[in-house]
C-alpha cells in the first residue's frame, strides 16, 4: 500500500532547513507530493511577494530526488482545493 505524505510552504529561497523538512518528509511515506504556495497567497498572508516567481520555486522543489511531485497551490484562501 502507497503512503502518500504531503507538505506545503512557500519555500522561497530553498535552504537547509526546507531540504532537512522535505527529506524528513519523504521517510514517513512512499511518495511525498509538495504544494507550492502561489505568489497572491504568500501576498495575502506574510503581506509581501516572495522574491522568486511562483513557477521558479515549484521548479526547483521537483528538482528534488526525494519529491515526487510538486506543484501549485490553488490562488484563494482554500488550502486544501489541491487535495
Known sequence: MKT???CCGTFDFLHPGHLY???QASELG???HVVV???E???KIKG???THKEEERRKKVGELDYVDDARLGYPGMNFLKVV
Open 48 to 50: 509581501r511577494y516572495p
Open 4 to 6: 502518500r505524505v504531503l
Open 37 to 39: 504556495a502561489r505568489d
Open 41 to 43: 497567497n504568500v501576498n
Open 21 to 23: 523538512f522535505l527529506k
Open 30 to 32: 512512499s511518495e511525498l
